[in-house]
């Protein structure tokens, strides 16, 4: 056994010799060898390990915009990595070649979670996000590293499908301070279907952050044509939203492009993406964005009482913020989110 593989949290015993994985709603019951649906929660010797613990697939450092979180600190930038392997199945993962990979045909490294922290601070990153994969899976990983940034005054993100068992999530999210969730669709047949997963968890999750927690969240839908861009599903859940997170929860609808078993589907056109912002901002959002299209209007952040422009951004970039530390230049209305590092 490799001597880099951390005991997993979250198991116990199942019949047959088998162990049952609770860090996810999938609980998958792992044979001796074997691995579960994720790639790299591993039983090795009827004991469950972590084998993608301390096993980054690349860093990078991206605009904060690029998670996306256009209200959390913007204009910064983040120390980005990721692992392999993801609990979901997403036929149209973007990132496929990274969450549908293996660590033994990934050209993974090892770094610490001492390692990730000095990685931070020598790019000068205030912020580490969790991301390209779920970083679900790799939840003692992430427990370490937002411990350890935590005491040095560095912001930890999640990015991520939101699929995670209950009791774990109180332990993975200690430390965190932003998260992006991607609510994939209002549809449980799209869901089960197309990520074979289940909607009420993510929602599950959802009302958790925003009624059990102090962590600033935003959310993403990836719009894909003729499978979750309907005018009617989007008016329910931003319908949801609204009801249930508030409306001053950012929402981000981002353009599909053809990958991994969709490739016969065709982009989203930015029509798409903009009626779905019209719906949002009809349903009584206050922040809404479109993300994988040139649309300056679209990807600015307005205020919500004089509809002045407050934060513009092309693309991933801020040329221009006229907030008062989190409050409109104009009006002195009082922003939501975290502006001032």
């Known amino acids: 056994m490799n001597d880099n593989y951390k005991l ?65 600190y913007p204009g910064s930038n983040i120390l980005s990595f990721g692992t392999a392997g993801c609990n979901l199945g997403c036929k149209f993962c973007q990132n496929w070649s990274i969450s549908k990979a293996k660590l033994d045909n990934t050209n ?58 209950k009791n774990a999530r109180k332990e993975v999210y200690k430390n965190i301070d932003a998260a992006n969730v991607d609510l994939k669709s209002f ?44 005018e009617d599903e989007i008016k329910k859940m931003c319908e949801w939203i609204v009801t249930n997170l508030g409306e001053d929860v950012p929402l981000h609808f981002t353009a599909f492009h053809p990958d991994f078993k969709m490739l016969n589907k065709s982009r989203t056109p930015a029509e798409t993406l903009l009626t779905a912002r019209n719906i949002a901002i009809s349903e009584g959002l206050n922040y809404c964005y479109v993300g994988n299209v040139y649309h300056p209007e679209g990807q600015t952040t307005y205020c919500p009482n004089c509809k002045s422009a407050l934060i513009k951004r092309n693309w991933h970039s801020v040329f221009e913020n006229n907030l008062i530390v989190n409050a409109c230049n104009k009006c002195s209305y009082k922003i939501k989110g975290k502006f001032i590092i």
């Open 8 to 72: 997993a949290k979250w198991w116990e015993p199942a019949e047959n010799g088998k162990l049952l994985c609770t860090l996810c709603p999938r609980y998958c019951t792992i044979g001796d060898g074997q691995a579960g649906f994720c790639y790299i929660r591993q039983n090795i010797d009827n004991k469950l390990y972590s084998v993608g613990y301390g096993r980054p697939t690349g860093f990078a450092i991206d605009p904060i915009e690029k998670k996306p979180l256009n209200h959390f």
């Open 108 to 165: 993974s490294m090892y770094a610490s979670p001492e390692d990730v922290i000095r990685l931070a601070k020598k790019n000068n990153s205030p912020s580490i996000a969790f991301t390209y994969n779920d970083p679900t899976i790799f939840g003692e990983y992430v427990i370490d590293i937002s411990k350890l940034a935590r005491e040095e005054n560095i912001n930890s993100v999640m990015v991520t499908a939101g699929y995670i068992d």
């Open 187 to 230: 549809s449980e047949q799209f869901y089960h279907k197309i990520t074979f997963s289940h909607l009420n968890d993510v929602l599950d999750t959802l009302l958790w952050l925003k009624n059990e927690t102090d962590i600033w969240f935003e959310i993403t839908t990836l719009l894909i044509p003729h499978e979750n861009d309907s």
